[in-house]
């Protein structure tokens, strides 16, 4: 039932900004942690960032951390992943995802986790 669509994916040159965005439906928005994930070509999928229902709590990978900065809009039931400093390896199809906790969001993965889609972003050098 829950439903997730993520946009903002694109190409952008190394050191560039993107703003990702993930629309969630279907149940209550406040009732889920939510959280970004990445898959690049023939790679495992590997945790981003991850977020409590407040907004109050939030994890970062470390290949990540001080460069993207995930929050969350309740009136508009919307998770977002602000990307800064991109850097070519950071080339990867984006999935949000949405969980009973934040912390259940982090490897190991724990609990029922609902996925988007994806969203492709492809930085140049």
């Known amino acids: 039932q829950v439903q997730l669509v993520e946009s903002g994916g694109g190409l952008v040159q190394a050191g560039g900004s993107l703003r990702l965005s993930c629309v969630f439906s279907?149940?209550?928005?406040?009732?889920?942690?939510m959280g970004w994930f990445r898959q690049a070509p023939g790679k495992e999928r590997e945790f981003v960032a991850t977020?409590?229902?407040?907004?109050?709590?939030?994890y970062y990978a470390d290949s990540v951390k001080g460069r993207f900065t995930i929050s969350r809009d309740s009136a508009k039931n919307t998770v977002y992943l602000q990307m800064d400093s991109l850097k070519p390896e950071d080339t990867a199809v984006y999935y949000c995802?949405?969980?009973?906790?934040?912390?259940?969001?982090?490897?190991?993965?724990?609990?029922?986790?609902?996925w988007g889609k994806g969203t492709l972003v492809t930085v140049s050098s």
């Open positions: 995802a949405a969980g009973d906790y934040y912390h259940n969001l982090r490897p190991p993965l724990r609990g029922v986790v609902y």
């Open positions: 279907g149940r209550t928005f406040s009732d889920y942690a």
């Open positions: 977020i409590n229902w407040s907004g109050g709590n939030t």
